[in-house]
């Protein structure tokens, strides 16, 4: 397994940056279950301060990404194959009960909101078929998938925002699977192969939105449980 994801960091270091490439690090296996590891060690082989990896592993432990076992003491978490399956429900569970929830809550104004941005990744998605069509399955469209993502992940946070309790948002970040980074990584990796089941996926934002639409909280419920519920499980098997 490459360690390059432990390289040196560039120019710009940023607790975030750090952050990023911890998470991408534990991914990857450059750092792997039930090691341990220390902030001077860390920041040495990112080739930083100890200040940006201490914020890093802060929000890494309250992930439960990265553990305590001592006063100073940290350890890569070792989540096993069973444990991994309950944080993805649990994810599911908040993200279906969010739906629910903004269904029930959401403004006018919200839903406008909403709508127009569905609007705008349509006509980007359009964008993106009209040109393979017209060059073929060889022309390089990974700038604007990735827009597209960005605008679902956007859409994904409206709904979240909807319900406008920052108690049950809280609770959902923390029981996320992946970061919007990771999500997008693993998502243009294998989205080249499993494009007919991203396909599927896409047209079921408009169907929830058309749930919120229609103040049917149950509707909206079941569309984000089986939507989260196929995403989270085709990330984790890729």
């Keep these: 397994m490459s360690n390059d994801a432990l390289g040196p960091m560039e ?12 998470r ?3 991914r990857e296996g450059a750092l792997w279950p039930g090691e341990k590891i220390t902030e001077r ?5 990112l080739g930083v301060s100890p200040t940006p990896i201490r914020e890093a592993l802060r929000q890494l432990v309250h992930e439960g990404v990265v553990e305590r076992v001592g006063s100073r003491a940290l350890r890569i978490a070792d989540h096993s194959s069973a444990a991994r399956a309950e944080i993805v429900e649990a994810e599911v569970r908040l993200s279906g009960l969010m739906a629910r929830l903004a269904a029930r809550n959401a403004t006018a104004e919200q839903l406008t ?5 569905l609007t705008q990744t349509d006509q980007m998605v359009a964008g993106i078929e009209e040109a393979v069509a017209e060059q073929g399955q060889e022309v390089d469209v990974a700038d ?3 827009a597209v993502f960005h605008k679902l ?6 709904v979240e925002a909807c319900v406008g ?3 049950l948002a809280g609770l959902l970040d923390q029981a996320r699977a992946f ?12 989205a080249p192969e499993r494009a007919e089941a991203f396909r599927v996926r896409y047209h079921e934002h408009r169907e929830l939105l058309d749930a919120l639409l229609e103040r049917d909280e149950d509707r909206a419920e079941e569309l984000a449980v089986r939507h989260h519920r196929a995403a989270l499980v085709q990330l984790s098997s890729g």
């Design 11 to 22: 120019t710009m270091s940023l607790a975030d940056q750090a952050y990023r490439r911890l």
């Design 24 to 26: 991408d690090a534990i």
């Design 41 to 45: 060690d860390l920041a040495s082989r």
């Design 113 to 117: 909101g909403l709508v127009s941005l």
């Design 144 to 146: 604007q998938v990735q």
């Design 153 to 158: 992940r956007l859409f994904h946070h409206q």
């Design 165 to 167: 309790n920052p108690v």
């Design 179 to 190: 970061s919007d980074e990771e999500r997008l990584d693993l998502t243009m990796k294998i």
